[in-house]
């Protein structure tokens, strides 16, 4: 299934969140994705 509605506002929203973080600090994906390996 796709998911409820409160899973795609809640991914929507929290996607939003990251991307102004990141703006704000000045890190890509690739500087997160770093901190993962």
Do not use: C, F, Q
């Not at 991914?11 to 994705?33: N, P, Y």
């Amino acid at each position: 299934p796709l998911g409820t509605l409160y899973e795609d506002t809640s991914l929507l929203i929290l996607d939003g969140i990251i991307s102004e973080l990141m703006r704000k600090v000045g890190k890509t994906e690739g500087d997160l994705a770093e901190a993962h390996y």
